[in-house]
């Protein structure tokens, strides 16, 4: 059983900047797509962006709203994902999570996804 972890999550103004960490156990992180959705208040879970596997290869992937001020990355060696948030805005104020896919491969749909962590709150105040 695969087990997410992640951190990093915290109050920040607005054009600030955080690092989201995600530490994956129980698994063979190397082999799985990575990913991070966000949930706000209300609304339903959205991606963010995802990392294939070292296997699959191809490219990474953003959402809209967040290319240009975020990066996803992993470590394989440290079994760890990030996403760094540069120029944050109120709006990407939500709870963020992030996920794992056996398969490998990227993709967008949060139903692909078949491990997920609990969660870490970003609040981005104006």
């Known amino acids: 059983q695969v087990q997410l972890i992640e951190s990093g999550g915290g109050l920040v103004q607005a054009g600030g900047s955080l690092r989201l960490s995600c530490a994956a156990s129980?698994?063979?992180?190397?082999?799985?797509?990575m990913a991070w959705f966000r949930q706000a208040p209300g609304k339903e879970r959205e991606f963010v962006a995802a990392?294939?596997?070292?296997?699959?290869?191809?490219?990474?992937i953003y959402a809209d709203s967040v290319k240009g001020r975020f990066t996803i990355s992993r470590d394989n060696a440290k079994n760890t994902v990030y996403l760094q948030m540069n120029s944050l805005k109120p709006e990407d104020t939500a709870v963020y999570y992030c996920?794992?896919?056996?398969?490998?491969?990227?993709?967008?749909?949060?139903?692909?996804?078949?491990?997920w962590g609990q969660g870490t709150q970003v609040t981005v105040s104006s």
């Open positions: 996920a794992a896919r056996g398969s490998g491969w990227v993709d967008w749909d949060s139903n692909k996804y078949n491990y």
């Open positions: 990392i294939p596997s070292r296997w699959t290869g191809g490219a990474t």
């Open positions: 129980g698994g063979f992180f190397s082999t799985y797509a």
